[in-house]
């Protein structure tokens, strides 16, 4: 039954290799139970063999991934019900044999998949362990320890050399049968790219004291390491001093060695794979923190695919992460469009001139839809959502009035902390089952226009309908033009936000430049920023909007993201045709690394 279940993986015919695995480990069942009744003093049955419970695992993971014509809840139940029954079989093998290599690995790989579960990773992080212990040239298992312990922030030391491990045995210089004239570079190159990003983020971020054990281990990649001086073997009469000073001058020198190598490292990803746009870019940030002019000045922002790629890896995971980081971008932009909407005239001829809705909305960089949440109750028009990430905007068309984009963490009561009247909701009389969303985009923010936006067919046709479905006696002033078909198309927004998104912008001329031509005379404008720490003593004339470095304009910092001051923000907006600052607030975005973000919102 096992070799012939063997056969039927490897043509593909996972149904038969399914039914072959059973039928091996219903066979072992029987024989044990018929021996069990033979006699009392009979031995403990034999396991049955690993390759049928790991086999029929694994067949079973590959199967949970729905079949075509599925629906989105049948597959979603489908791949639980045998991820669940993979999970139990690889744990039997284990309970057989706790240091089966294939077992372990093949567990961490299903356990790693759940994303956001912290203990699950952790775990993941051992029994890759184990497997690599098992075949320590198994360069995956290696390579899934670092990202997992990446993922956890943890050990970083440990990942570190789990890359390197990794990348030494990919290249074909660990030892290992395969000769490197054997490998195919465009089949490897990608991995190998994959895995000098992870190391020369982990070199980037490591302390001094970790960069020198680093360096001074015997099999340590770090190029240049010679130069560190060996540990000081002075006697106690030459005194701490001499010792003190030798250890900081090898300190100095080790974090040196990682800043190097790690940017080295970053080059070797760029080179292996010219679609690793995420190496390009945090190469950059590296190299502007060192002062580097060639770095910083060349990058004036984010390119997009280094968003969608960084976002699309991240989607399953935001929400519970920038959760557990403080995340409070969304609810301020909430509270201070609430906080704008009396201050804004009705095209009306109201008898309070105020609007009570913003007729419509833009949320620029909309992500998973958390700033959604709390903007639709004020939009009584179409609220569209854009971002350069599809993943993203796939988890922003599940939300709903009544679910989704923020209500599913036990926070619904966030979502009523301004001061707008409930009852005068928008979304009171509409069905709970309905998308928060009347229209996502993935589009970029410099280039987005009207027509693929607000004139969007499909967000046309839902205005209509809501707009037919209006009482005959409501006379107010949609603020658009009727179309051919009776419907109203808006032909600018209201209101546009932009919720932790113009990080991923340096220059932020094109991006203001475009906000005002797709908003409406008075409309209202509200963004926040990650804050440079020397804007406050930094005179408007001296603000260079060039500036990559600093210097009251802008930079980009390690993390990859960029920093603004006021002052350029300012200037910046009034050129774009902003000429009004209604309000200013210094903020605190989220938690990062045990430290408060530096961040300013404007409107």
């Known amino acids: 039954h096992l070799e012939r279940g063997n056969g039927f993986y490897a043509s593909g015919d996972l149904v038969r290799a399914a039914s072959e695995y ?98 699950a990773t952790r775990e993941a992080a051992a029994l890759y362990s184990v497997a690599a212990s098992s075949d320590p040239d198994r360069w995956d298992a290696w390579a899934n320890m670092a990202a997992a312990l990446t993922e956890l922030r943890e050990r970083p030391l440990e990942a ?3 890359y390197e491990r990794s990348i030494v045995l990919l290249q074909g210089d660990g030892g290992e049968e395969e000769s490197e004239e054997e490998r195919d570079p465009s089949e490897i190159d990608p991995y190998l790219s994959a895995l000098y990003y992870g190391y020369g983020l982990q070199l980037a971020d490591l302390t001094p004291g970790a960069c020198l054990i680093l360096a001074r281990a015997p099999r340590s990649l770090l190029i240049g390491k010679e130069r560190l001086t060996p540990p000081s073997s002075s006697n106690a009469d030459e005194g701490a001093d001499r010792e003190k000073e030798e250890d900081e001058a090898a300190l100095a020198t080790a974090k040196d060695l990682c800043s190097e190598n790690a940017r080295n490292a970053l080059r070797a990803a760029s080179a292996l794979d010219p679609h690793n746009v995420q190496a390009a870019h945090m190469l950059a940030a590296i190299e502007a923190e060192m002062g580097r002019s060639s770095g910083a000045s060349s990058v004036r922002r984010a390119a997009p695919e280094f968003v969608s790629a960084l976002f699309d890896d991240f989607a399953d995971t935001f929400d519970a992460k920038l959760g557990a980081l403080g995340y409070r971008v969304p609810r301020l932009i909430g509270a201070a469009a609430a906080e704008v909407l009396p201050m804004m005239t009705a095209s009306s001829s109201s008898s309070s001139g105020k609007q009570k809705y913003y007729r419509s909305a833009l949320d620029a960089g909309c992500g998973t839809g958390l700033a959604g949440r709390y903007l639709r109750r004020l939009v009584d028009g179409p609220l569209i959502g854009v971002d350069v990430s599809k993943n993203m905007l796939d988890l922003a068309g599940k939300c709903t009035l009544s679910a989704g984009c923020g209500l599913d963490d036990d926070h619904e009561d966030d979502h009523e902390d301004d001061d707008h009247d409930e009852d005068d909701d928008v979304d009171g009389d509409k069905s709970k089952d309905e998308p928060l969303y009347d229209g996502l985009m993935p589009l970029d923010l410099e280039t987005m226009t009207i027509e693929q936006t607000l004139r969007d067919p499909g967000v046309v046709a839902r205005r209509r309908r809501r707009t037919e479905g209006k009482d005959d006696g409501d006379d107010g002033d949609d603020g658009g033009d009727a179309d051919d078909d009776g ?58 909007s060039s500036s990559g470095t600093g210097g009251g304009g802008w930079k980009l910092l390690p993390s990859g993201r960029f920093a603004h001051s006021k002052s350029y923000v300012v200037r910046t907006a009034k050129e774009a045709g902003y000429d009004l600052l209604i309000g200013y607030e210094e903020i605190v975005p989220r938690m990062e690394n045990g430290e408060e973000v530096e961040g300013h919102m404007f409107r």
């Open 22 to 119: 059973e039928s091996c480990l219903v066979v072992v069942a029987a024989a044990a139970a018929a021996e069990s009744g033979s006699t009392n003093s009979s031995p403990p049955p034999p396991p049955p063999p690993q390759g049928c419970l790991i086999n029929l695992a694994s067949v079973l993971v590959d199967m949970g991934g729905g079949e075509e014509g599925e629906g989105d809840a049948a597959a979603a139940e489908k791949e639980e019900e045998y991820s669940s029954r993979a999970e139990s079989l690889y744990r039997r093998a284990l309970s057989y044999d706790p240091n089966d290599g294939d077992a372990s690995y093949n567990l961490a790989l299903l356990l790693q998949d759940r994303r956001g579960d912290e203990y």
């Open 487 to 544: 419907g109203i198309v808006e032909d600018a927004f209201d209101l546009i936000v932009a919720a932790d998104v113009l990080v991923y912008f340096g220059g932020l001329e094109r991006v203001l430049s475009n906000f005002a031509r797709l908003s409406s005379e008075g409309s209202a404008l509200i963004f926040s920023c990650e804050r440079t720490p020397d804007d406050d003593d930094t005179d408007d004339d001296d603000a260079s």
């Open 160 to 162: 570190a050399r789990a």
